[in-house]
């Protein structure tokens, strides 16, 4: 029985010291992954000043395109995202008829929006920063995104893997000025888009 014990408690420390793939990047380079976005479980969110008072927030319901990367690798992390400027949702309809006119997006001469990945560097465990060029208002600029790897699962359905990017943007760099000059609307948009993929 004194044998047992210790035997025990060291299986359960190793077990415990385990990579729970599940919640940990491989930090060994594995296979390479290509992802379709799975659009039911993807959205893009930003928020604005509004009257230099309290943050407004709405939502694309819209998200598509693919990711590629390697679990391990140090930089091998892609994007490839188009969103849809007629899924803008605010919750209250005038209001959203508002973000898809010329005095915003302007939906009908520019449908769609794009952020396409250039590079990528790992931070962290689970954290990238991803640098590429996002199209906005037929303009397109160079960000610099915090990616963060939310989890990977395989199921019935085949295997998922989730991220989120972060980042901030001047709207007026994209021709977008509506309530600036006036302070009615702030300049800085913060912006956060919620990815859930199906590796292929």
């Known amino acids: 029985m004194k044998l047992v014990i210790p035997i025990v408690i ?5 077990l415990e ?4 793939p599940t919640n940990h990047v491989a930090q060994e380079q594995q296979q390479r992954e290509d992802m379709s976005i799975d659009k039911t ?3 893009a969110h930003f928020r604005v000043q509004h009257l230099g008072a309290g943050r407004f927030w709405g939502r694309f319901n819209d998200v598509d395109g693919a990711i590629s990367w390697t679990p391990g690798s140090k930089d091998d992390l892609e994007f490839d995202i188009t969103i849809d ?28 929006m794009s952020f396409k ?11 990238w920063k991803v640098k590429g060029d996002l199209t906005i ?22 295997r998922k893997v989730g991220f ?9 760099e994209f ?26």
């Open 10 to 14: 060291m299986a359960m420390a190793a």
């Open 17 to 20: 010291g385990n990579v729970d």
């Open 41 to 43: 479980h993807s959205n």
């Open 85 to 112: 400027v007629e899924s803008v949702d605010s919750g209250v309809e005038q209001l959203d008829k508002h973000l898809k006119s010329p005095d915003f997006f302007n939906a009908k001469e520019f449908p769609n």
């Open 117 to 127: 990945s250039t590079s990528a560097s790992r931070t962290g465990d689970d954290l």
């Open 137 to 158: 208002h037929g303009v397109t600029k160079p960000i610099t995104a915090d990616v963060q790897w939310l989890g990977s699962n395989t199921t019935k359905r085949g």
């Open 164 to 172: 989120e990017a972060s980042f901030m943007i001047k709207r007026s």
């Open 175 to 200: 021709g977008m000025n509506y309530g600036v000059e006036q302070g009615a609307l702030g300049d800085e948009v913060d912006v956060i888009v919620a990815m859930e993929a199906n590796v292929r």
